[in-house]
């Protein structure tokens, strides 16, 4: 049996090609409100919660200039960013709206509440926060059982308040 990864192993961070960083950087310091950490000229950025060195990367090393990538093809499907709770997700989704950028989609799946965005790339991006793992929905038999039920985004909102 192939050893199983250790359960404290966490995804670290993001590294994504942008066409244009300066528009890139905007959308995840303004847009998501990340702070820029370091900068490698005009080729690349780290982006960064708290004190943390970076959560995303964004280079154009290869992709300055170019479009996104095609809908029907292999490759990221999104990168999600965990909140910490219900009231920061409300914030979050509240300045997202404030600059105009559109909802994808919104969805409650039992174990989290979850918005969808896309970045100026096309790079899709959920925002989302995590039930507390009692609160998770269980079968008959105890396995998880997630669902894609709609989000009350209104509610969401007013946490923000």
């Known amino acids: 049996m192939p050893a199983k990864v250790h359960p404290d192993t966490r995804v670290g961070h ?16 303004d847009v998501l ?3 820029v950490t370091q900068r490698y000229g005009t080729q690349a950025a780290f982006l960064g919660a ?10 154009t090393w290869h992709s300055r200039g170019a479009g ?26 509240q300045r997202v709206l404030d600059h105009g950028t ?6 409650d799946h039992g174990v989290s ?23 998770w929905p269980r079968d ?6 997630m669902v894609n039920d709609p989000l009350d985004v209104p509610a969401l909102l007013a946490e923000a308040r």
């Not at 993001?14 to 310091?29: C, G, N, Q, T």
């Not at 708290?50 to 280079?59: E, F, R, V």
């Not at 559109?102 to 969805?107: E, R, T, V």
């Not at 008959?140 to 059982?145: D, E, F, P, Q, Y």
């Open 113 to 135: 509440e979850a918005v969808y965005i896309r970045d100026p790339d096309g790079n899709g991006i959920e925002l989302y926060r995590d039930r507390a793992p009692a609160d």
């Open 102 to 107: 559109p909802l994808d989609g919104a969805a």
């Open 50 to 59: 708290g004190d943390y060195h970076h959560h995303i990367g964004l280079n």
């Open 33 to 35: 409100g990340f702070s």
């Open 140 to 145: 008959a038999n105890g396995a998880l059982k």
């Open 14 to 29: 993001i590294h994504l090609k942008v066409s244009d960083l300066e528009r890139a950087i905007h959308f995840y310091s």
């Open 68 to 93: 996104p990538a095609p809908e029907r093809a292999a490759g990221l499907y999104h990168a999600a960013f965990l909140f910490p709770d219900r009231a920061s997700l409300g914030v979050a989704l």
